[in-house]
C-alpha cells in the first residue's frame, strides 16, 4: 500500500520560513519524480516544485528563490523549504510521486499571516 505523509504546515508570519516533509511508503522511491503542489481556496491545484529520479528540479515562476525542494532517497523522503513567505503561499499543500502513474498525499495546510 502506498503512502505519502506531508508534515511541517502551520500558521507562519509573512516573511517567515517553513520546512515540509513528505515520507513514503510503499514504493521503490528512488525510481519516481516528486513534486510538492498546491490549492488555495477557489483555486486550482498547481505545481509548485518537483525533482526528478536523478535530482534534477523545477519550480513555478512564483517560487523561485524562495523554495527548494529537495529528497533523500535513503529516508523515502521529499522536502520543501519555503522561505520569504508571502500570504499567497497560503494554500494546502500536496505531495505527489510520480512515476506511470500518481500518488497523492492528504495534504497539510500552511497559512502566511501576521
Known amino acids: 500500500q502506498v503512502q505519502l505523509v506531508e508534515s511541517g504546515g502551520g500558521l507562519v508570519q509573512p516573511g517567515g520560513s517553513a520546512r515540509l516533509s513528505c515520507a513514503a511508503s510503499?514504493?521503490?522511491?528512488?525510481?519516481?519524480?516528486m513534486g510538492w503542489y498546491r490549492q488555495a481556496p477557489g483555486k486550482q491545484r498547481e505545481l509548485v516544485a518537483s525533482?526528478?529520479?536523478?535530482?534534477?528540479?523545477n519550480y513555478a515562476e512564483s517560487v523561485k528563490g524562495r523554495f527548494t525542494i529537495s529528497r533523500d532517497n535513503a529516508k523515502k523522503s521529499v522536502y520543501l523549504q519555503m522561505n520569504s513567505l508571502k500570504p499567497e503561499d497560503t494554500a494546502v499543500y500536496y505531495c505527489?510521486?510520480?512515476?506511470?502513474?500518481?500518488?497523492w498525499g492528504q495534504g497539510t495546510q500552511v497559512t502566511v499571516s501576521s
Open positions: 510503499g514504493i521503490s522511491f528512488s525510481l519516481y519524480a
Open positions: 505527489n510521486a510520480n512515476r506511470f502513474g500518481g500518488y
Open positions: 525533482i526528478t529520479s536523478g535530482g534534477s528540479t
